[in-house]
């Protein structure tokens, strides 16, 4: 991958595409695949890192659940706030705050969810974003990421679609070093780059 691909969507350009980014991702089935990832969540307290415009929230609240996203793009940041506030008031909330350095105590999340946001990351901050995870979490972290696997699709299908949503893969050995025990459900979409994985904490 070229070392211009490496660097990750700046702040500039994620406030360019939140006003059409639900309708974009919708073209490629990502929602079904971020709901199918927290479908069996009915109750506890959910956080949602990188949440974007907050698509999970709505079906996680309509279910009970106590639902926090967090992303660090104040565009994102007031779409999120306008889907968590149309369930009103103390329903839900948006932390605006960096995945490196999350705001919260530890152990303050029954499940931590990531969808589309450490594939982003270069390697030594995605690292730290998945010890904040585990930090946080004392239940489950799960995630809908580019994970690394030995079987299909072959290299060079994933690297063309990993060069096209400017992704990196996530080694399972990344997961193990960050205190987890993963389990991967399976490929998901893109060409099977995606994975759902579950993990405890080890």
Do not use: K
Not at 70 to 81: E, H, I, T
Not at 102 to 114: E, I, K, L
Not at 174 to 202: H, K
Request: charged share 25%; glycine share 10%; net charge positive.
């Amino acid at each position: 991958m070229s070392a211009r691909r490496s660097v990750p969507p700046s702040d500039r350009w994620w406030t360019a595409v939140a006003p059409g980014y639900d309708r974009a991702v919708a073209l490629v089935g990502w929602h079904r695949w971020q709901d199918a990832l927290v479908a069996d969540v009915t109750h506890g307290t959910v956080l949602d890192v990188g949440c974007g415009p907050a698509h999970l929230a709505g079906g996680l609240l309509a279910r009970g659940v106590d639902y926090v996203g967090l992303d660090r793009n104040p565009s994102m940041v007031a779409r999120a706030g306008r889907a968590v506030g149309a369930w009103g008031p103390g329903r839900g909330r948006v932390v605006r705050a960096d995945v490196v350095e999350m705001p919260f105590r530890a152990g303050s999340f029954d499940v931590v969810v990531a969808t589309g946001v450490l594939g982003l990351l270069d390697v030594p901050r995605r690292r730290a974003a998945l010890r904040e995870m585990v930090r946080v979490s004392r239940g489950e972290v799960r995630l809908l990421e580019p994970v690394h696997r030995g079987d299909a699709p072959t290299r060079a299908v994933r690297s063309r679609a990993l060069a096209f949503v400017r992704d990196r893969p996530i080694e399972l050995d990344e997961l193990v070093e960050a205190g987890l025990a993963p389990v991967v459900r399976g490929p998901a979409l893109l060409a099977g780059v995606y994975s759902m994985v579950r993990a405890s904490r080890a």
